[in-house]
């Protein structure tokens, strides 16, 4: 059935081109109220208020049951409404919902790759049928009508730009005067009109406008047009060629010169907070911004983060090149501030950039950040700045970009030096305190005891965390009366009039720990010592030493109480503050020993996950977990590397933390345990960093054994890298130590790395050598696994040192073993070396039949570096087969491949696919 879900205009819901029957007001109240936030689950105190607001009835509730029966018959078939613990979810195809397809349209016209910006833009506009939502009125629906009026303004103003870029001026002229006249201080509409008059031969009435705008500008409200305005006067003035109207060049931002179409388009806000209250002076100076930064300031608990997050959704559509989202941990109570260089990288990997194309240096990583921010529109919110120091490498340069950054402080240097717009956040007012306390808690019993509610806002301080945790304490016990919960309060919030809101706070978390459960106050106190603010269940019950389903309960009661919030389904996050102070409270032995069991649990599921992703890597032996430690259950690869994807910050604090607590041997070991996964996701520099803590740990405990794994992954890290000498100092040493303890596989091992460098440094006769002492080794160690890995190398050398017949030999030795025992990788890399050899033999059609093996292989176990390699060699073969067609098809994938990876091989197979020049070579022989 082609069913529509109207709310630009009047309600409504069409089935097979005919209008539905939703029923009276209310009943479309909350259609709207879970289309709005469709399929996601929406709060039923959320629900009662979108639809009766203050003046809820005593038996809200059944009604909202019964409006939702008779909406799911009317919507049988077309949509689904469950109920859920966390409310109810309206489940709908989104592309049937007009407000989100007018959303997509708009976000896809503004992609550097859209070919088809005014019929994008002309559609999403063409579904907009009167005022959003019709006649339904409801304070809450205020913010998103405006939201929308402004969303559709830009997209109106979005499709005027690509008709002035079409050479359509004459036609805009009569349009953009009306819209002008209604909206007198809009710089871009003043520049449209500029534009369409001068390229229509009135270049007088052009100038004319300008100094009309900026004359109302200066004399009501006491600024300057934007430089982007008054550079576009001065172009007009000196009859600018470019201002022509043919078509102009690709812009920087355009992808077609810079190569950043197919860019992935970054949304990594966090989701709004549920409840919202005041802060519109705020608000308003924020909506003033076009770009440049501005620095939301306050003290903790006051509310910043929840300000930033709900102004950024509420202009997302001003920035249809992304949202980027970060939380610099500028106060972490551990001190594990996010660096400017973790930042950098996370940005890049969000906005499309392999981590093997990554610099290495923080400079180079800005750099290509502002780079590729350049010509776009991308919001960036830096949340919990430490200081301007950690905040200025972060800041776009492009003009068309805004920053928001919340700290603490008030981030002088930014203001003063990179002219960012100051945006203080003071308490709560007596109004909003109330108002939000009537949010959370209902008009009802906030009008029934206004003495009582004047307490409370008086000695929480009107302080917004303050609140939100009083108010979680009195919405868990409806039965209580407002007076009781005020007087609860006791004489420790009394200093909230006046005194230092972080002791102030303080005073209010250790009411709401004193009313724990024991067990969900020994469970919060615990946590203060969890080395980061994100963990899943496991970590929690690992923390505890409890049982998960027990863990779960004190879980939630934490959760209910505001001291945790569940980011996603088993995921929690504890706010710095709350993380400091359940810290304060535990101490002695009961601090030891959560603390062995945390480090325990990262240690021995990072670990797990290690083998699950490359089972052949000889092991380290690990000491039996604590008692009470839960090691995450990964049942396959996928979910091992799902599962280091989500805790990788977590981990490499942990290795951090685990070094500043004196747990050397965790250190070093958690340490090792990353190394396959920095591997696969090319996190050199992570690799680098955990193991140079792991190498003071292991110098601190005298043990040789880690010093040698230790030296050795910072050789092979730093040989990715290209820091050969670097890489060839720590392996050397690795070599001596794994040879003083007798440990022979693992010196094989160093050796195939020592071969990598020598190879990258063009000494291919010293690399063979060292391929070959690998043999050695492994042989005599009876090592199989490594005597294949051996194998192939040396083959790999010969192939290069010309001796092919020698190679085929050997790899297909290698093969044999790697089959014998099921090594699937080593397998896959046989058959492509199988496939280069063949090629430099001249035998093609037996290069193509083991490069197709190969791939199978690697297709398996979802190596992607491995596949790329393998379809250049493929590519190259077909080639010399006499075969152009395919070879180009077979390199256009690899080129796919590693372009998505940055790969340095790219540029060499994209000139493969360059037209051949007319003398002779220029594609592989």
Known sequence: MATEFRLLGEVQVHVDGQPVDLGHAR?????????????????????????????????????????????RRILDGVATITRRPDGYLLAVDPDTVDMFVFRRLVGRSARPESLERERELERA????????????????????????????????????????????HADLLGELATRAAAHPFDERIAGQLMTALYRCGRRADALRHYQEVRDRLVDELGMDPTAELGRLHQRILASDP??????????????????????????????PPAVFTGREAALSRLDGLTSGAAVVSGCAGVGKSALAVYWAHRVAARFPDGQLYVNLRGFDPDGAVAAPAEVVRGFLDALGVSARRLPIDLAAQTALFRSLLAGRRVLVVLDNARDAAQVRPLLPGSPGCLTVVTSRNQLGGLVVVDHAEPV????????????????????????????????????????????????????????????????????????????????????????????????????????????????????????AGMPAPAVRRSLTELTRAHLLTERASGRYVMHDLLHAYAAEQVEGAEKAAAAVRILDH??????????????????????????????????????????????????????????????????????????????????????????????????????????AHVHRNLGRAHTQLGRLDEARTHLDQALSLFRAVGDRANEAQTQVNVA?????????????????????????????????????????????????????????????????????????????????????????????????RALDLFAEIDDLAGTADTLVCLGEAYHADGDPAAADDTWRRALTLLDEMGHPEADRVRGYLRPAPAAGAGRPA
């Open 756 to 852: 990598r460098v020598l190879e990258r440094q063009g000494r291919d006769v010293e690399a063979l050598h060292c391929d070959q002492r690998s043999l050695d080794l492994y042989r005599a160690a009876g090592h199989l696994t490594g005597q294949a890995r051996a194998l192939n190398n040396v083959a790999w050398m010969l192939t290069r040192l010309g001796d092919v017949d020698l190679a085929r030999t050997l790899c297909r030795e290698a093969l044999r073993i790697n089959e014998d025992i099921g090594n699937r990788h080593g397998a896959a890399t046989n058959w492509q070396s199988i496939g280069h050899l063949e090629l430099a033999a001249g035998a093609y059609r037996t290069a193509v039949d083991g490069c197709r």
């Open 242 to 271: 470019a201002l022509s109207p043919e078509r102009p060049a690709a812009a920087p931002g355009d992808g077609a010169a810079d190569g950043t179409a197919g860019r992935p388009v970054p949304r990594q806000l966090p989701a």
């Open 125 to 168: 506009l063409a579904l907009w049928r009167g005022e959003p939502f019709g006649t339904l009125d409801a304070p809450w629906l205020t913010g998103i009508r405006a939201a929308l009026a402004a969303e559709r303004l830009t997209a109106e103003l979005d499709l005027v730009d690509a008709a002035l870029a079409a050479g359509r």
């Open 424 to 543: 203080p956040l003071d308490l709560f007012t007596d109004a909003e305190a109330r108002a939000f306390l009537t949010r959370r808690l209902g008009a009802g019993r906030i009008a029934g005891e206004p003495t009582a509610v004047a307490e409370i806002v008086r000695r929480c301080g009107r302080l917004p965390l303050a609140l939100a945790v009083v108010a979680a304490r009195a919405a868990a016990h409806p039965g209580f009366r407002l007076a009781d919960v005020a007087a609860e309060l006791g004489g420790g919030l009394d200093s909230f009039d006046g005194g230092d809101p972080h002791a102030d706070v303080r005073a209010v978390f250790s009411w709401s720990y004193r009313a724990l459960s024991p067990a969900g106050a020994r469970l919060f106190r615990l946590l203060g010592l969890h080395p980061g603010p994100a963990f899943d269940t496991d970590a929690a019950a690992s923390v």
């Open 602 to 707: 990262y240690l021995h599921t990072a670990y797990a996950a290690d083998r699950m992703l490359y089972p052949y890597r000889d092991p380290v032996v690990l000491s039996e977990p604590a008692a009470g430690v839960a090691v995450g259950a990964l049942g396959d690869r996928a979910a091992a590397m799902t599962w280091l994807r989500t805790a990788h910050g977590t981990l490499v604090g942990a290795v951090e933390w685990a070094a500043r607590t004196g747990h050397d041997r965790h250190c070093w070991e958690l340490a090792w345990s990353l190394t396959s996964y920095f591997n696969l996701s090319g996190g050199w520099t992570d690799q680098v960093a955990v193991q140079r803590t792991a190498l003071s740990a292991a110098t601190r405990l005298g043990d040789d054994t880690a010093l």
């Open 27 to 71: 009943q479309r109240f909350l259609l709207v109220a879970l289309l709005v936030d469709a399929n996601r689950p929406v709060p039923v105190d959320r629900l009662l208020d979108r639809v009766w607001g203050s003046g809820q009835p005593r038996h809200a509730r059944n009604a909202v049951s019964g409006y939702v029966s008779r909406l």
